[in-house]
């Protein structure tokens, strides 16, 4: 079956470095998400991204992030200068639209990202 | 903006009993969807079930059922025959009509006891 694969699972930087969180969606899906989970929080939206643009952003998805999908395979989240407030648990998303309204979503494993 | 609630942090079952997980919601729209979805240790989360609100029949999925009380804005999940497969967080999840940017519950950690 299909599946969302993330990489890496665990990453550890140093605050103020720039991390690049990959996914890689199922092959016919067209539509791309990013979320976060903040450790004893609750899962939080970051972004949309259809026809290689970002269709719906959270307030949490400021300048330091952005989204891209480089090569019609991978789907990247760049934080270019991570903060403490960033570490989490980054899941990617992707699915198939539906004629109307919200479709099933498909989630990696999750980033975990820690910063120190 | 919409909120989702889940009040029960944890919950423990006895295998091949039943369990219901609580969920509630806020929002002012009139067409949504709500799920459930299931995270095992480790592993992705998946969708268990989906309910459309302009459906009045609640949606089942094998053992997983659904109880969805619009004008409460209660949205419950009913497993039956509850088995040891079925430990996992679980998570209520809302999304607007044309949204695909869901709003998720705190979860509930599911336990199921041999």
Redesign the interface.
């Known amino acids: 079956e299909p599946e969302v694969t993330q990489t890496p699972s665990h990453q550890v930087t140093q605050m103020g470095q720039e991390v690049i969180l990959r996914c890689v969606p199922i092959s016919n899906h067209l539509y791309f998400y990013w979320y976060r989970q903040i450790l004893g929080q609750k899962v939080e939206f970051l972004v949309s991204f259809y026809n290689n643009e970002i269709s719906e952003k959270s307030e949490i998805f400021d300048d330091q992030f952005s989204v891209e999908r480089p090569d019609g395979s991978n789907f990247t989240l760049k934080i270019r200068s991570t903060k403490l407030e960033d570490s989490a648990m980054y899941f990617c998303a992707s699915s198939r639209p539906l004629t109307v309204g919200a479709g099933e979503l498909f989630f990696g494993e999750g980033s975990r990202l820690t910063v120190l | 903006a919409q909120t989702v609630t889940q009040s029960q942090p944890e919950m423990s079952v006895q295998e091949a009993e039943t369990v219901t997980l609580s969920c509630t919601y806020d929002t002012s729209e009139s067409d949504y969807?709500l799920?459930w979805?299931k995270q095992p240790p480790?592993?992705?989360?998946?969708?268990v079930i989906?309910q459309?609100a302009y459906k009045q029949q609640n949606a089942t999925e094998n053992r997983f059922s659904v109880n969805f009380q619009k004008a409460a804005k209660s949205f419950s999940l009913k497993i039956s025959d509850s088995q040891l497969g079925d430990a996992a967080m679980y998570?209520c999840a809302y999304?607007?009509?044309?949204?695909?940017?869901?709003?998720?519950?705190?979860?509930t950690i599911l336990r199921v006891k041999s």
């Open positions: 969807y799920f979805y480790s592993r992705q989360m998946i969708l989906r459309e998570f999304d607007s009509l044309y949204g695909n940017k869901l709003v998720f519950g705190a979860g």
